[in-house]
Nanobody
Framework: QVQLVESGGGLVQAGGSLRLSCAAS????????MGWFRQAPGKEREILAA????????NYADFVKGRFTISRDNAENTVYLQMNSLKPEDTAVYYC???????????????????WGQGTQVTVSS
């Protein structure tokens, strides 16, 4: 299995940027497709972006296209989420997740992810 630890969250003003990192340990990181999700209070967890095991396929939720960028560094066992032009409605706990099926590239479906980090809080002030 793989262990995931998110970092990089914090408080930022509207219009600002943050880069989240998700460090993986355990089994070979390159075996996993990765996703970023978020969950705001009282709301369901939602997909933001996903990337396949090699980094060649990326999918984004419509509401983050043009603002968020997912990337990965398999040599560093890390996946990133660059977030620009942040809005107060982006305030949430952000999670990374790993999907062990390499034949299922960058799936947007929460239930298809096997491992989850503990999350990092992002707060965007107006």
């Amino acid at each position: 299995q793989v262990q995931l630890v998110e970092s990089g969250g914090g408080l930022v003003q509207a219009g600002g940027s943050l880069r989240l990192s998700c460090a993986a340990s355990g089994r070979a990181f390159s075996n996993y497709n990765m996703g970023w999700f978020r969950q705001a209070p009282g709301k369901e967890r939602e997909i933001l972006a996903a990337i396949n095991w090699s980094g060649s396929i990326k999918n984004y939720a419509d509401f983050v296209k043009g603002r968020f960028t997912i990337s990965r560094d398999n040599a560093e066992n890390t996946v990133y989420l660059q977030m620009n032009s942040l809005k107060p409605e982006d305030t949430a706990v952000y999670y990374c997740a790993a999907d062990g099926d390499r034949l299922r590239p960058a799936t947007p479906f929460l239930q298809e992810y096997d491992y989850w980090g503990q999350g990092t809080q992002v707060t965007v002030s107006s």
